[in-house]
């Protein structure tokens, strides 16, 4: 069974910085593709921005340049440093992956985090 554990969530002011975390834990092959989403009350979850194994990186164009992706493939553990938060970044972010098992390493398969609020007060 794989889970993925969120942590590094919180309450900070409008300008301030937090590192959300996501620990892939289980009976993992190969990670192919790493990302977080948010949703917001009454609104569409979006994705954020994603990494493949290669290390391409994609972001959403409303937090280019305030948000980094990386992940650490040693640890099957992805970030999300948000600098210069703003209050329109309040949701609950969720971490995403796809990956190959190791019973079932054929086809491979999404897995989905908890979710770890993040509220940004202005």
């Known amino acids: 069974q794989v889970q993925l554990v969120e942590s590094g969530g919180g309450l900070v002011q409008a300008g301030g910085s937090l590192r959300l975390s996501c620990a892939v834990s289980?009976?993992?092959?190969?990670?192919?593709?790493m990302a977080w989403y948010r949703q917001a009350p009454g609104k569409q979850r979006e994705l954020v921005a994603d990494?493949?194994?290669?290390?391409?990186?994609n972001y959403a164009d409303s937090v280019k340049g305030r948000f980094t992706i990386s992940r650490d493939n040693a640890k099957n553990t992805l970030y999300l440093q948000m600098n210069s938060l703003k209050p329109e970044d309040s949701a609950v972010y969720t971490c995403?992956?796809?990956?190959?098992?190791?019973?079932?390493?054929?086809?491979?398969?999404?897995?989905w985090g908890e979710g770890t609020q993040v509220t940004v007060s202005s």
């Open positions: 289980g009976s993992i092959f190969r990670i192919n593709t």
């Open positions: 990494v493949i194994s290669a290390g391409t990186t």
């Open positions: 995403f992956t796809n990956l190959f098992l190791l019973r079932t390493s054929r086809r491979s398969t999404d897995y």
